[in-house]
Nanobody, 126 residues
Framework: QVQLVESGGGLVQAGGSLRLSCAGS????????MAWFRQAPGKERAFVAA????????YSVDSVKGRFTISIDNAKNTVYLQMNSLKPDDTAVYYC???????????????????WGQGTQVTVSS
């Protein structure tokens, strides 16, 4: 059983920074492609960024490019999301997700991922 545990959320003022972490565990947890999604109140879960297990490729939504950076540390089975220049619109619950092997769908689609964390709240005040 694979488990993903997010941490690092909190309350920050607009223009501030946070770093989210997602630690993976479980039997044979290795070579997982990872992503971050977020869900604001009353809205659907939305793609933020993804990274291949090799860290060769990253993908992100336009609204966070230049502000958010996704990275992975395979030695620690951990993926990070460094969030800078935060805006009130970034307020949401942030979820970590993962899949292994052949990608079944687009990076941006939640159904592509097999495992999910419980989420961590990020609140940006104006």
């Amino acid at each position: 059983q694979v488990q993903l545990v997010e941490s690092g959320g909190g309350l920050v003022q607009a223009g501030g920074s946070l770093r989210l972490s997602c630690a993976g565990s479980g039997r044979s947890f290795s070579n997982y492609n990872m992503a971050w999604f977020r869900q604001a109140p009353g809205k659907e879960r939305a793609f933020v960024a993804a990274i291949t297990w090799s860290a060769i490729s990253t993908y992100s939504v336009d609204s966070v490019k230049g502000r958010f950076t996704i990275s992975i540390d395979n030695a620690k089975n951990t993926v990070y999301l460094q969030m800078n220049s935060l805006k009130p619109d970034d307020t949401a619950v942030y979820y970590c997700s993962a899949f292994q092997g052949v990608r079944r769908g687009p990076w941006q689609v939640p159904g592509t991922y097999d495992y999910w964390g419980q989420g961590t709240q990020v609140t940006v005040s104006s």
